[in-house]
Nanobody
Framework: HLHLAESGGGLVQPGGSLRLSCAAP????????IGWFRQAPGKEREGVSC????????NYADSVKGRFTISRDNANNTVYLQMNRLKPEDTAVYYC??????????????????WGKGTLVTVSS
């Protein structure tokens, strides 16, 4: 069973930056597409970004395009989400999830195989 662990959340002012990490200690993520999702209070979980197993393909939600960057370091089994120019509406619990599929950067919300427990990002002054 693949255990994913998110880290890097916290409190940041509007306009600031955070980098989230998604790690799977002891497991190789090479054969998994990885997605970042978020759930704001009172709202449904939504997709933020997805990266293919090789890192060659990425996708972003329109709301984060140009501000967030997803990347991965397969040698260290870690996927990152660099979040810049954060807005209050980015406040949410952020989850990473793995899909056992190669050569795809499509991460369906209801089709992911493994989920982390989430990390809270709060954007507030």
């Amino acid at each position: 069973h693949l255990h994913l662990a998110e880290s890097g959340g916290g409190l940041v002012q509007p306009g600031g930056s955070l980098r989230l990490s998604c790690a799977a200690p002891g497991f190789s993520l090479y054969y998994y597409a990885i997605g970042w999702f978020r759930q704001a209070p009172g709202k449904e979980r939504e997709g933020v970004s997805c990266i293919s197993n090789s890192g060659g393909s990425t996708n972003y939600a329109d709301s984060v395009k140009g501000r967030f960057t997803i990347s991965r370091d397969n040698a260290n089994n870690t996927v990152y989400l660099q979040m810049n120019r954060l807005k209050p509406e980015d406040t949410a619990v952020y989850y990473c999830a793995a899909l056992g599929s190669i050569a795809t950067a499509v991460c369906p919300l209801n089709g992911m195989d493994y989920w982390g427990k989430g990390t809270l990002v709060t954007v507030s002054s």
